[in-house]
């Protein structure tokens, strides 16, 4: 979660959340998250489907699914894998103090002013996981001459550029396979 944190240093959804009058919004950071990443792989670039895409998520966490939009960038209702979901518990009042709250965040004018660096979808999640890599063969609790230090380095790169254009595992289903990791 830390690195999502950093990645949405104007977005504090996080913090918001974690206010007790907002915990209702909490079953909720998951899901807004993947929408987050969802709506900038969908815009395709489009700096209008963004925002608008963005905007449905206040209506769908009150379990409204079509709404009234004064833009045509997208359609105002929801895509069709959101209304599939089918967890009453979690919808959201409109109005509430964790709807007005959720409100808040998403419709940030500065984080709405930034969207347009995520509409063609590009984060740093690579460059991450090359620092992790190195992190592995380098790890930073020990201490290292030069020449042993730049070796490891040298060694994460190649390991890296190895397996980087490595297919994902896939389940018998064909959906990627994922597993929890554990910090050390
Ligand atoms: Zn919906």
């Given amino acids: 979660m830390a690195k999502l944190e950093r990645k949405f240093a104007d977005f504090n959804l996080f913090q918001v959340a974690a206010e007790t009058r907002n915990k209702d919004l909490r079953p909720w950071v998951p899901d807004l998250i993947n929408h987050f990443w969802h709506c900038c792989q969908i815009a395709n670039g489009n700096e209008d ?3 608008a895409r963005w905007r449905g998520a206040l209506h769908h966490v009150t379990n409204v699914h079509e709404w009234i939009s004064g833009d045509d960038a997208i359609e105002p209702k929801c895509e069709l894998e959101e209304l599939e979901e089918k967890e009453d518990d979690k919808w959201l009042e409109a109005g509430s103090p964790a709807h007005e709250a959720l409100t808040h965040v998403m419709l940030d004018t500065r984080f709405l002013h930034n969207l347009h660096h995520y509409a063609d979808f590009r984060h740093t999640g690579e460059l991450e996981t090359f620092h992790e890599h190195i992190l592995v063969n380098c790890a930073k609790r020990f201490a290292y001459t030069y020449p042993v230090y730049k070796a490891r380095n040298y060694l994460a790169g190649l390991d890296y550029q190895i397996h980087k254009e490595r297919p994902f ?14 910090s050390k």
């Avoid at 595992?169 to 554990?182: A, I, Q």
């Fill in 49 to 51: 489907v963004l925002p």
């Fill in 169 to 182: 595992l896939m389940n018998k289903n064909g959906e990627f396979r994922l597993h929890r990791c554990f």
